[in-house]
């Protein structure tokens, strides 16, 4: 073991860091996502996938695969159990500097023994690092039937020695932070799961979920919500607005989960995206304007039905009443307020205020 070393501090926080390769607003990302599972599960499958599919969003990311570091990194260690132990010594020192540097490290190894991926994660949490542990589970015989490199077959015939699952054993995390069924599931299903499981953890943004948020209501509570829209106040709305809320509730305007608050219809004004849940590009207001009279009669409510044509279309929750900004809004969206603009004509006459609710 090494003597006399001190380690340094830099400088350079993390968010600084951050910051210069592009994260998201509320700052630094970096972590490691631990893959685990036996030979021909699909950890590489899947993190290459879930590589691509972060890095195709301005998100970070480099998967550290067992195969190729033993080509490099790796390459004096063999596969007794003390080069296998620092095999995974090694590589979570690597992740740790991927994650420290605002990355998100991937790692894709077998890593048999639970002591060794238990101290990868301390190394990492110890740190102020999140780790995330998850289990590619996918049964023996179905990692024998890939066999892509032919591992198994060699294994069973004795020609590979210690080989984990035929004569070396395999210890399945006990408590992994999420599981992937990767023989029932596709590798978009898995890596949604894993994009899921960083947004609820708040390494990612709602913006990052591979499916659109629909708002539709369920069918099995349509009827329920029938009947409590006819009890709630009314709100008359326009075809225009109906048409927005048609948008809203189809996910074309994902992460929006209703019109604009105010502070969503300023960052769209002057930024042109939404900056809350990451940056994501939006340039065309979402609002529903309301007369003085309608904003005295509901502001207190805590939900209203939108009726159009007579028939009621949605239920609006938690609504946030706020000024139109009719001026500034067609400054910023048409570069002029000259209301012989056919556009700003009719916006001016709109109403001078906004409801901003979440929508059903």
């Keep these: 073991?090494?003597?006399?070393?001190?380690?340094?501090?830099?400088?350079?926080?993390?968010?600084?860091?951050?910051?210069?390769?592009?994260?998201?607003?509320?700052?630094?990302?970096?972590?490691?996502?631990?893959?685990t599972g036996l030979s021909g599960a699909g950890k590489t499958t899947l993190s290459f996938a879930l590589e691509d599919y972060l890095v195709g969003r301005g998100v970070p990311a480099y998967t550290l695969d067992g195969d190729n570091i033993r080509t490099g990194l790796n390459k004096n260690l063999g596969f007794t159990p003390e080069d296998r132990e620092e095999n995974i010594r090694r590589i979570s020192?690597?992740?740790?500097?991927?994650?420290?540097?605002?990355?998100?490290?991937?790692?894709?190894?077998?890593?048999?023994?639970?002591?060794?991926?238990?101290?990868?994660?301390?190394?990492?949490?110890?740190?102020?690092?999140?780790?995330?542990?998850?289990?590619?589970d996918s049964p023996i015989e179905v990692c024998e039937q890939r066999d892509v490199k032919g591992l198994y077959r060699k294994a069973r015939a004795g020609i590979i020695k210690g080989f984990?699952?035929?004569?070396?054993?395999?210890?399945?995390?006990?408590?992994?932070?999420?599981?992937?069924?990767?023989?029932?599931?596709?590798?978009?299903?898995?890596?949604?799961?894993?994009?899921?499981?960083?947004?609820?953890?708040?390494?990612?943004?709602?913006?990052?979920?591979?499916?659109?948020?629909?708002?539709?209501?369920?069918?099995?509570?349509?009827?329920?919500?029938k009947a409590e829209a006819e009890d709630l106040p009314k709100l008359n709305i326009t075809l225009v607005d109906c048409q927005w809320v048609q948008v809203l509730s189809e996910g074309w305007a994902t992460p929006l989960t209703g019109f604009m608050r105010e502070s969503e219809y300023l960052q769209c004004l002057h930024f042109g995206c939404l900056l809350d849940e990451?940056?994501?590009?939006?340039?065309?207001p979402i609002v529903l304007p309301v007369s003085s009279e309608d904003k005295e009669r509901l502001e207190h409510a805590m939900a209203f039905t939108l009726v159009y044509e007579g028939k009621n279309v949605a239920i609006l929750r938690h609504p946030e009443f706020h000024a139109h900004r009719k001026e500034e809004r067609v400054s910023h969206v048409w570069g002029t307020s000259n209301p012989r603009h056919p556009h700003i004509k009719v916006l001016l006459l709109f109403n001078p205020h906004h409801t901003d609710t979440s929508q059903h």
């Design 93 to 136: 020192e690597v992740a740790k500097l991927f994650a420290d540097g605002g990355i998100v490290a991937i790692t894709s190894f077998i890593s048999p023994f639970a002591r060794d991926r238990q101290q990868a994660r301390v190394l990492h949490e110890s740190a102020g690092l999140s780790f995330f542990e998850l289990f590619v």
């Design 278 to 284: 990451g940056v994501v590009n939006l340039t065309v």
């Design 1 to 35: 073991m090494a003597t006399n070393i001190h380690a340094t501090l830099g400088h350079v926080t993390r968010n600084r860091r951050g910051q210069v390769i592009g994260q998201r607003a509320g700052g630094f990302r970096g972590c490691c996502v631990w893959l």
């Design 164 to 225: 984990t699952g035929i004569d070396s054993v395999y210890e399945k995390p006990d408590h992994p932070d999420l599981v992937l069924k990767s023989s029932e599931w596709t590798v978009s299903e898995c890596v949604e799961k894993v994009v899921s499981l960083l947004v609820k953890q708040g390494i990612l943004s709602v913006a990052m979920c591979i499916n659109i948020m629909e708002l539709f209501v369920p069918g099995d509570r349509v009827e329920a919500m």
